[in-house]
């Protein structure tokens, strides 16, 4: 039986709806409900529900391995962050790769980020009068809301619709959904999936990368702003590269990236060459890592 392990920081109502969903299942149950807020509700309905909760500070999260080691010892075949707002640390996604998802309130890129999440997202969707929101089901990585989308539901958000009424209809879609994906997703994990190892982080990944497309001449680097090319080279299912002029302003990078639909590109790796200037993808997985190593090889 795979096992699940759930991240919280507040009610906890999707992670209630998740240990009713697969309590008796054969297929999974959710072992533990570990939370960054030691009062948080979420612990009440983990003790109604038997099920095993622990709080822990920040400290023991992002500062030691208290609660790596938790996450060691209890082998979860996939960990779900349900309203938990901190950043993930990278030395947990290191060593659950591909393993780790979140639900977002929202039809990422839109409304991702930093500080979006709950009703601060259902107001900016009132705000901006938006015709259409959603929940967003996708893998997590070093970077908030930026991890590659396994799936999305949508509704409709009607003129009169106030951002309660727009958490109204976020909640029915993730009660009806979220168990299911998860369901679906640790159907299709490989046996062996959770024994995998990284070869390199995200950070080394794009450090190397950087490293040797720098050195590049221009006609070569245009290349990777293919979709195609990048997935012939990296097994990517988008452009390695984006690019702008190189008079742009950090506005317009960031309108550019915003344009492509998904926050994969960092500038922080930015390659400067000629007229031109290059964003680097963020998005990488274990699946990814050997042919980043043979690339390297290649040069």
Not at 77 to 105: R, Y
Not at 178 to 202: A, G, I, M
Not at 283 to 288: A, G, I, K, L, N
Request: proline share 4%.
């Amino acid at each position: 039986m795979k096992r699940i392990v759930i991240f919280a920081s507040g009610s906890g109502t999707n992670a209630e709806n998740l240990i009713r969903f697969f309590h008796n299942r054969e297929i999974a149950s959710v072992i533990q409900i570990l939370t960054n807020n030691p009062h948080a509700k979420v612990l009440e309905r983990a003790k109604n529900l038997k099920v095993s909760a622990l709080s822990f500070n920040k400290i023991a999260f992002t500062e030691t391995n208290v609660v790596l080691d938790i996450l060691k010892s209890s082998k979860p075949d996939v960990i779900i962050l349900a309203g938990f707002l901190w950043k993930f640390p990278e030395s947990i996604l290191s060593e659950f790769p591909d393993k780790v998802i979140n639900i977002h309130p929202a039809l990422l890129p839109k409304y991702g980020g930093k500080g979006m999440y709950g009703m601060r997202v259902h107001e900016a969707v009132v705000s901006n009068k938006e015709k259409e929101t959603g929940i967003t089901i996708h893998y997590v990585n070093e970077h908030y809301d930026e991890g590659a989308i396994i799936f999305q539901a949508k509704c409709n958000v009607s003129p009169t619709d106030t951002a309660e009424d727009v958490a109204d209809k976020i909640h029915e879609l993730e009660m009806k959904h979220f168990p299911k994906v998860v369901e679906q997703l640790l159907k299709s994990q490989k046996p062996n999936s959770k024994d995998q190892k990284r070869l390199f982080s995200n950070k080394e990944i794009q450090q190397k990368i950087f490293d040797r497309l720098k050195m590049l001449p221009e006609y070569e680097l245009s290349k990777y702003c293919d979709k195609n090319y990048s997935k012939e080279i990296f097994n990517l299912d988008f452009p390695l590269l984006i690019k702008a002029p190189k008079n742009i302003s950090k506005i317009e990078k960031r309108e550019l990236i915003k344009n492509q639909n998904v926050n994969r590109w960092t500038w922080k790796f930015e390659i400067e060459k000629d007229q031109y200037t290059y964003a680097l993808s963020t998005q990488w997985y274990s699946r990814h890592d050997e042919f980043v190593k043979n690339w390297l090889k290649s040069y």
